[in-house]
């Protein structure tokens, strides 16, 4: 049964109830804000911080990388949110990294250089909300046609798409 | 001999992966200018309609007289933007969506997407419900294992063991069909439980399955294993290493071909599997033969766990309690005028889930499967995600692939188990 008391939101709460977690202990320094809900780990971490928690997390146990989606909170601002979720096949836990960006030109580094698996997923992003990954080694459509106009998985995209 | 797990990380020793296709074809030896005459080599397009394939997958190939070179999988062509779809749906009307994901497992679609739910929403599942999800998953299991085992055998050229898997898989749909009214999209398990109670003689059809299946896996052993060209074919073709399988994000039968011991169901129980003792198989050679013997085992441990669901199936509930999210029953709807209002709302409005985020991770037969699943507050998803196994594994097709003969893509393809809607969505 889900318990709303379990559910501790804020930095310094997660932290303290969590002190010995892996991915608490590597992050302490680059996290801007966690939450700790539903028994599922979510810590928010800058964009320009993002390879760097990445490689942390690695090093503390984090091996498998499972996927990169993101949501689009239109129309707030910052707009999107771009979660990556990352396994220990050791500690058997997953933490969830978030990354918060802003409409205009949302635009990322790109992890494939720490988890090479994030290149199908982060192409998936690229094609279907326009997040622009630098430093992936081959950045286009994956799904869509090369010419498809638009970002379909966008809130502000309809879902029939433009007649 | 495979290092342990814990020191296996993210870093691959493979320098490029997954190059794109006009990347491949413009460093293609035949492009470069005056390449040797020894250097030659030829761009085949593989697909996107080839029988081995499973679904409409390209493969952009670069052969060295017929060793490959070079590979790029190009993927695409079944999107039919299910994930956005899923947003203008309210929450139960999701779940025949998830069907149509991939169409050799839907029971374990839907269950990955309604465990998401249930932890967004806080529901308690009767241990019932829990028990007969656990049976029919693995049920799905077997049928999925067996349409692979027909399919791989058939690429190589083993028609008889094709309609031998068929025939025992469609045992298995006669008995879906009896339990959820469908042979294929059942959309079976519903948030909250599962749509009806199954009928009360299913469970002896189960039992008489179970009982003989055994022996035709022993049977399709007996005529695959001792056949040469089968066991030629296998051995020491498509090799993954568990440190790329780690690197390229490989999940389910192979990486734990590539020795890499890791099942959600053992080390991260949903659904109840911590009720149930089975082995997870595990081989650490990492090659066609290996992916083939591991999920030759699952056959049996499935056949385990199906057995004490069955034994150890109590009595009760197949629903939550919690009338405002899950449908009343016809009687009720007819007798009672408080269920006839909850069905009336739940139908035309759906029901709210509480805001928050989500994911639930299942072990499908392809592999680890994940639904991402975000709410706002309304009874509409704002955003469902699926991670389905198929889509990862593809880009450990090159690795796996590199160095070996073209003929011996369509058995590594047959090996990882792929359904391309899955993998478009």
Known sequence: MYDPASAIKGKQAVFDAHPDNAAVKALANLATDAKFDRAELTITVAGENIIAAAKAVQQAGYNFFEDV??????????????SYSILSHKLKQRVRLVVRLDGDAPSLDSITSVWPSANFYEREVFDLFGVHFSGHPNLRRIMMPEDWKGHPLRKDYPVEGYR | ??????????????????????????????????????????????????PSTHGVLRLVIEVDGETIVGMAPDIGYLHTGIEKTCEAKFYQQVVPMTDRIDYLCPMTNNLAYCLAVEKLLGLEIPERAIYLRVLFNELTRIQSHLVWLGTHAMDIGALTVFLYCFREREDLLRIFEAVAGQRMMTSYVRVGGLSVEPPRDI??????????????????????????????????VGHLSAADAIALGVTGPPLRASGVDFDVRRDMPYSGYEKFQFNVPVS?????????????????ESVKICLQALD????????????????????????????????????????????GEATSSVEAPHGMMNYYVVSDGTAKPYRVHMRNPGFATLQALETMCKGRLLADVVAVIGSIDIVLGEIDR
Do not use: C
């Open chain 2, 1 to 50: 001999m495979t290092p342990p797990v814990e020191e296996l990380t993210g870093v691959t020793p493979v320098d490029s992966v997954n190059p794109g296709i006009d990347e491949l074809i413009a460093n293609s030896a035949r492009n470069r200018q005056n390449p040797p005459p020894s250097d030659q080599t030829m761009i085949i397009n593989m697909g996107p309609q080839h």
């Open chain 2, 203 to 236: 469970y002896d059809r189960i039992r008489t399955f179970l009982k003989n299946f055994p022996a035709h896996v022993e049977e399709y052993e007996g005529l695959l294993q001792t056949n040469p060209i089968w066991v030629n074919r296998l051995k020491g």
């Open chain 2, 284 to 300: 650490d050679v990492g090659d066609v033969w290996a992916r083939y013997i591991v999920r030759m085992q699952e056959f049996r």
């Open chain 1, 69 to 82: 989606t993101a949501v689009d909170w239109y129309p707030s601002d910052p707009r999107f949110q771009i």
């Open chain 2, 312 to 355: 150890g199936l109590p009595e009760g509930h197949i629903v939550a309690d919690a009338p405002k999210i899950i449908l009343p029953n016809r009687e009720q709807m007819k007798t009672q005028m408080e269920s006839l209002i909850h069905h009336f709302k739940i139908v035309t409005e759906g029901f709210g889930v509480p805001a």
